[in-house]
């Protein structure tokens, strides 16, 4: 089987592999890369893997730093460009269900394909384009379906993350989880305890973002990984209401969280505070699902403090609330207001002073009363309109 090596960033790398060969090791294109170009999808970050051990990459290369070393990573500046390149490896004993307690550089392909999660994502290809396939990655891949490196099971158990990642990938994908990895998956559900909540909220927006979700969020509720979450073991039903809204794909994690959280009734700054997203990401979302209820007849101040952002989210996610919803009224209502943001009213403090105003809460207040007439239409946004309505404040 040859993998089409055509793509631009392949070709860019294949000279690395060369060198790299030359120097008599042996490396390979690995990982999502090859599985992506085999399905002809869109490739990013090619991952290239090595019999070479991080310090003979070091002497092949004339630039290189040191990414992740201590795993084995060397990155490769190659014209400006970096290139990963990981020795092969496997990770003996794993104690806590995730980070395996040593890695250890071995020779062998075999062995580093070994401890890859799913079958297709064990795929190597050389130079040439010739692809390496120990475990039937190529029938999975036609089959559109992940099934576990080995013994599922052992490999839930070594580290529980890759059951998020079953399910993110099923998203992703559109593939389908074989029937005894599901199976594992399920049993094994609890351990992803073990794991931290980033790693598992990063699995699980990117599932929410995939073409797939349906399928994806129909096995995290049937195999109860929603039970080891944060705050949505109780929320089977709600799993399944947010399952069943319309197929299109959600580009926007801000829009996902505002769907889930919406869906879900769960208190946003909580909620996200609990999966540890970013704060920007926590108020807007918040910002958007206190617009949702408002989104028949939004009042111009609601708009307003909700700002453009949140504006988009909440009309955005609307769409798949309740489907004959129509965003372009309420986005061009904002698109309309008189004022977009504080700093654009035509008149501050200094100007107030400057008319024998004496500093104190009296000009605070007052600006925030022209502030919101001017957004209910009720002054216009110039220094004179405001100055005179200021006068009878
Ligand atoms: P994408 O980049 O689209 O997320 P990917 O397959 O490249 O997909 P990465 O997380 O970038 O996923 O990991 C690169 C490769 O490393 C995977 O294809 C897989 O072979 C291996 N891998 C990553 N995480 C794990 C894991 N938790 N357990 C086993 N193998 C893993
Ligand atoms: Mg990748």
């Not at 490396?27 to 290239?48: C, K, M, N, Q």
């Not at 795993?71 to 806590?96: I, K």
């Not at 708009?303 to 769409?319: D, I, S």
Request: hydrophobic share 45%; proline share 6%.
């Amino acid at each position: 089987m040859q993998i089409d090596l055509t793509h631009p960033d392949f070709q860019a790398a294949i000279p690395i592999l060369q060198q790299i060969e030359a120097a008599g090791f042996e490396a390979y294109f690995v990982g999502g890369s090859v599985r992506d170009a085999l399905l002809g999808l869109p490739i990013h970050d090619v991952d290239i893997a090595s019999s070479a051990y991080p310090e003979e990459i070091k002497q092949i290369f004339r630039k290189t730093v040191d990414t992740g070393i201590q795993h084995g990573t060397v990155m490769v500046l190659d014209h400006g460009v970096g290139y990963e390149v990981t020795t092969f490896r496997t990770e003996s004993t794993y104690q806590d269900y995730r980070r395996p307690d040593q890695v250890t550089f071995v020779r062998s392909l075999a062995e580093d394909l070994k401890r890859r999660d799913f079958t297709v994502n064990a795929l190597a290809a050389r130079h040439d384009g010739t692809v390496v396939d120990l475990f039937d990655g190529l029938g999975d891949l036609a089959a559109k379906r992940l099934r576990a490196v080995g013994d599922p099971h052992e490999r839930f158990h070594e580290d529980a993350l890759r059951m998020m990642r079953a399910v993110r990938f099923q998203s992703q994908l559109g593939f389908t989880v074989a029937p005894e990895t599901q199976a594992a998956i399920a049993e094994n559900a609890a351990l992803l305890a073990h794991i931290s909540v980033e790693r598992v909220a990063s699995e699980f927006t990117r599932l929410l973002v995939g073409n797939q979700r349906r399928a994806g969020l129909a096995t995290f509720v049937a195999t109860g990984l929603y039970r080891y979450v944060p705050l949505m073991a109780a929320k089977q039903k709600e799993l399944v209401a947010l399952q069943q809204l319309p197929d299109t794909p959600i580009a926007d994690p801000a829009v996902a969280w505002t769907l889930v959280c919406q869906c879900l009734q769960l208190a946003v700054p909580q909620t996200m505070k609990a999966w540890k997203q970013a704060n920007q990401l926590s108020h807007l979302v918040q910002a958007a699902v206190a617009l949702l209820p408002q989104l028949a007849a939004p009042t111009p101040w609601a708009l307003y403090t909700a700002g453009e952002a949140a504006v988009t989210v909440a009309t955005t996610a609307q769409t798949y609330l309740q489907p004959d919803f129509a965003p372009a009224p309420v986005q061009a209502a904002y698109a309309a207001l008189p004022l977009h943001h504080h700093q654009e009213l035509a008149l501050n403090g200094r100007d107030l002073m400057a008319q024998g105003w004496r500093p104190g809460p009296k000009i605070g207040q007052t600006l925030h009363q022209l502030e919101k007439a001017v957004v209910a239409g009720e002054v216009a946004n110039t220094p004179e309109s405001l100055l005179a309505a200021a006068m009878v404040k």
